[in-house]
C-alpha cells in the first residue's frame, strides 16, 4: 500500500545547551525527520529556549514534470524563530539551477501577507566513496512596496555511510524571512527504508 514511499530516509537528531539565564533548566532541540530524496519531507521539532518549549513542523512535497518543470509547496511552523509561513514555487528547472514565480503566504504579518515573488534555486549533491555532501539554496525577492524583501533559504549537509542502511549526518541551515535571520546545526543519523 505504501510502496510509492520507498525508499526514504528516516533522520533523528537532538541537542542540549546551559541555559543563557539561570535558573531556567538545560535547553534542547529534538528533532524527527522523515524524507523521499527530493520528493517529499516532513520533519517535527520539540524544543526548549530560555525555559520557554516549543513545537515546531514542516512540511514541504516537491515535483519535477516533463524534466524541467518543477513545483513546490512547503510549510513550515517554527515558533521559536518566529517563522511561519506557506510558499509555492513553479520554476523552470535547468541542471541544478532552478528560475521562476513563488506565492508566499505569511501568518504572522497582518498587512503584506499574501506575496507574490520572483524565486531562483539551486541544488547540487554528490557522493566521493562513502562520503556524501548535499548543498541547496534559494531565494525569493519582492519589490512590490517601499522597503524591499529579499528572503532566501541555505543548507548544506554530510553524510557518511557506516553500512547499506545507516548513515551519520551533519547538516547546517540559514533562512532569513522578513528581514530576520535564524540558523541552526544538526547532527544525527539517518536511516535507509527501501523495498526488498
Known sequence: MFDWLLPFFVAFSMSANTPNVSPNPYDYNVQLQLEKADTLYVGRYWERQLGVEYIGQEYWIAQTWYEYIYTKNRYINVPSNDLHFYQGDVRLKIGIFSFGYAYKYDYNLLFRNNRHRTVFGIDYSTTIDKVGFNFSGETTYDNKYENPILDYFVKT??????????????????????NVQNWSTKIGLQVHLKDK
Not at 547499506?164 to 524571512?177: W, Y
Open 157 to 178: 549537509s554530510f553524510d557518511f555511510k557506516l553500512n547499506g542502511t545507516i548513515k551519520l549526518f551533519v547538516s547546517g541551515d540559514i533562512v532569513e524571512d522578513n
